[in-house]
């Protein structure tokens, strides 16, 4: 009877616990299995009921197994449960996408609940499964087990140990990491479960024993990284990313253990059999197994990179010259110049949600608008269209909103202001919480956003309610679910809609490129969604404006989750062969990230950001460039924190698009406020133009290069003041310059000749030609 009553207990339990948290956590988020308060659909095969009928069965089945094996101690039951939760987890995702390397990728990210759900159930299967019987086992194999672990790693690592976690220096057991840090990571990984074995082996009996060991070992290979992580990346350098560091790392290292770590107790048990003298045909057969899976895994789960030689130099040779391209880690113009995109993004023609009738939601979107961005000195606007005006009724574009589209062009060209087209979003539509919705607690009513259009809209009757803003709703995450595994072929209208689109600008220099989907949300399953399905939506998008004969770059964002963090996965690298891709994320780390909102130190800093996006970029060999960045609010560090982001911008050498030009009163994110919060801000009482805030324009208006023969090296600009140093192997002579200001500048330089300068709108361009090492320095 006592055998069973304390896995009995840790089944009511965790039973229990799985109850409670879906009642209690009103988005389905936050609980081991979230109920958001969809219907439930029988008819889309496993993914809306993979968190019912194969995370609950595994969850309960290894919670009873390992509280069976491991239950006699509190230390030994709470990896167990782990390993469940984990397993659980594993095991949904499998069934979602049939891919082993997102679905070990996806344990990791429920660390953070099956860490206390462990310790939670633990506690009460110790306080009230009776009397335990406390033994001491010979430990067996050790060593074999842990080398084994070790050298199977990096044919094993899939999608773990990947990301802007991973600075430089972390010893990560990936074959893309180079020698070093691989034997570095294979040798703590050995020693770590060499530890774990000798006290775990000799607790927990059988295979268990081994694969607890393997769960406790990858925690602290985890920890390890993350303290060298301290070392190699800047420390706690104004913000706490360290501790972020921290968790990802061991949630990698745990989740890797709980989906591989079974060969370390399967190969203990094999040599404890051989060494006692029994039969070994059984344990062959499973040693024979274990090895050809680990090669399987080893074909399918680590990257190689998708794009061969040949396709990567068809995909340059497929942008004809006078297109701006992806080149290495820079934006160019194929004409050996790398030009700098800065500027302001344009919402004027997003169909955003009208809370008030009276209040119009857009400002007009006018040839006098281009005008004043040019005498800004920008040089790109990102105009924000939305898949709901564009598209209206399925399968038809609109020609009346395609036609305010190609005149925003055509006044961008006009200026010499390149686009970049942003199929925008936020919070998926523009549906407000319907009349007569009970939120449930927690939850508030909310308007809508913008985004797509009813007939792509799936909700499945959740509750249109906002938990702590627009992005997170039971029926926007439920929304973006259903487009991330295409129901009704929602994703791939998108995608054959962005075909359509880039074949209407195919021809159009000045058309920089189409950024696909602006903070895509992450679903109920991130990272399946985020990463794995986010990234084949790029490539079929990709291919669509391909095959409409677009040739322009192609702007990839991560999630939102980018935007309330600091950082995040992005699409899996390699999700396509296309080389003419930028890397663009939203760089807003101390303004909109949910630290400001939790009254916590940042996690990400301002500085930081840029080096994490652009380890990310690194991973996909692609340029990096802000979509968005700004909306620090009113307070008096406005200034001192857009100084902080143009320091570090210029010291980057990068391009971004500030949030935002105008603003309408009706505009949904401007709320109810006596302005309309742009750079060229709006009276609300009068409806007319109120004074345009100078001191951020002043910032974002200083000199730059905008067009550098070969690429920059080095830039530093504030107001009219400019020094920058670039190389270019062939004399060019298209170089531009931005300065400021109505008063002439003194120009010094070196390595550039045919110098000119000319007057325009807000300012003066700088020309001249420049051959090898060149530098030039302005000021007032």
């Not at 399905?533 to 999630?559: C, H, N, W």
């Not at 670039?726 to 550039?752: F, H, K, Q, S, Y």
Request: aromatic letters at 10%; a negative charge.
């Amino acid at each position: 009877m006592n055998s069973v009553r304390r896995p009995t207990v840790a089944l009511i339990a965790m039973v229990l616990l799985v109850i409670i948290q879906a009642v209690a956590d009103p988005t389905g988020l936050l609980a081991l299995v979230g109920w958001s308060g969809a219907d439930l659909r029988f008819d889309l095969g496993l993914w809306p009921l993979a968190p019912y009928v194969i995370f609950v069965p595994v969850l309960l089945g290894m919670t009873w197994w390992v509280t069976l094996r491991a239950g006699d101690r509190y230390w030994t039951l709470v990896p167990g449960l782990v390993l469940a939760v984990l397993l659980a987890q594993a095991a949904a995702c499998f069934a979602m996408t049939w891919n082993l390397a997102v679905a070990g990728y996806a344990a990791g990210f429920i660390a953070a609940k099956a860490v206390p759900a462990a310790l939670i159930v633990a506690a009460f299967a110790r306080w009230f499964g009776g009397a335990s019987t406390r033994v001491r086992r010979e430990r067996g194999a050790v060593w074999l087990p842990a080398i084994l672990f070790g050298v199977v790693a990096p044919l094993l690592a899939g999608m773990w140990w990947t990301g802007a976690v991973y600075a430089p220096g972390i010893p990560a057991p990936r074959l893309d990491r180079g020698p070093l840090s691989m034997i570095l990571a294979m040798l703590l990984i050995v020693g770590a479960t060499l530890l774990s074995l000798r006290w775990m082996r000799a607790r927990v009996p059988g295979v268990l024993g081994g694969w607890l060991a393997a769960v406790v070992a990858g925690g602290m290979v985890g920890l390890i990284q993350a303290l060298v992580g301290l070392v190699v990346d800047g420390g706690f350098r104004g913000d706490i990313w360290p501790l972020m560091v921290a968790y990802i790392a061991v949630a990698d290292g745990i989740a890797f253990a709980a989906c591989v770590g079974w060969i370390v107790g399967v190969s203990a048990v094999i040599v404890d059999r051989v060494r006692a003298g029994r039969s070994a045909r059984v344990p062959e057969v499973v040693a024979a197994s274990v090895a050809l899976i680990a090669v399987v895994a080893a074909l399918g789960l680590v990257p190689t990179g998708s794009a061969s030689a040949t396709s990567a130099a068809e995909s340059k040779e497929a942008v004809p010259a006078g297109f701006l391209r992806a080149d290495g880690d820079i934006i160019s113009d194929g004409n050996g110049n790398q030009v700098l995109l800065r500027g302001v993004n344009v919402n004027q023609l997003v169909d955003f949600y009208q809370a008030r009738p009276d209040v119009p939601v857009n400002r007009p979107l006018t040839e006098d608008d281009y005008a004043g961005m040019a005498e800004q000195g920008f040089n790109v606007v990102r105009l924000n269209i939305s898949w709901s005006a564009l598209e209206p009724e399925r399968g038809t574009l609109d020609p009346e909103y395609l036609g305010k589209i190609t005149q925003a062009v055509e006044w961008a060209k006009d200026y010499g202001i390149y686009t970049v087209l942003d199929m925008h979003q936020d919070g998926w539509w523009n549906g407000a919480t319907a009349d007569g919705t009970v939120c449930r607690p927690g939850t508030d009513p909310m308007w809508g956003f913008d985004g797509a259009p009813e007939w792509a809209t799936i909700t499945d009757n959740a509750p249109r309610c906002q938990f702590q803003g627009r992005d997170i709703s039971p029926a926007g995450d439920r929304a973006f679910q259903h487009f991330y595994f295409d129901t009704d072929g929602i994703q791939t209208a998108l995608a054959e809609t962005w075909g359509k689109l880039a074949a209407e600008f195919a021809d159009e220099q000045m058309v920089a490129g189409f950024d696909l989907l602006n903070e895509p949300g992450f679903g109920e399953t991130a990272p399946v969604t985020t990463a794995h399905l986010l990234g084949g939506f790029y490539d079929k998008a990709i291919t669509e404006i391909r095959d409409a004969g677009a040739p322009q770059i192609v702007f990839v964002e991560p999630s939102i989750l980018w935007s309330g963090l600091g950082f995040d996965t992005g699409p899996t690298p390699g999700f396509t062969d296309d080389e003419n891709i930028v890397f663009s994320p939203h760089l807003y780390a101390e303004s909109i990230t949910m630290d400001r909102d939790l009254g916590i130190p940042p996690i990400v800093s301002l500085e930081r950001q840029f080096t994490l996006a652009q380890r990310v970029a690194d991973e996909y060999d692609a340029p990096l460039w802000s979509g968005e960045y700004g909306y620090w609010g009113e307070d008096a560090d406005v200034l001192a924190r857009l100084n902080r982001y143009a320091d570090e911008e210029d010291a980057q050498i990068l391009g971004s698009a500030y949030w935002v030009w105008k603003q309408a009163c009706g505009d949904p994110q401007n709320g109810i406020q006596p302005i309309g919060d742009g750079l060229m801000v709006q009276d609300c009482e009068t409806g007319g133009d109120a004074p345009p805030k100078t001191a951020i324009l002043e910032i974002l208006s200083r000199a730059y290069p905008r067009v550098a023969p070969g690429h920059l090296t080095a830039l530093d600009g504030e107001g009219a003041n400019l020094t920058f140093s670039g190389m270019t192997p062939e004399r060019g002579c298209d170089l531009e310059v931005w300065i400021p200001g109505d008063a002439a500048t003194n120009v010094e330089v070196d390595g550039i000749t045919k110098l000119t300068t000319t007057q325009v709108p807000g300012g003066w361009l700088i020309g001249g030609c420049a051959d090898g090492d060149y530098s030039l320095t302005a000021g007032e």
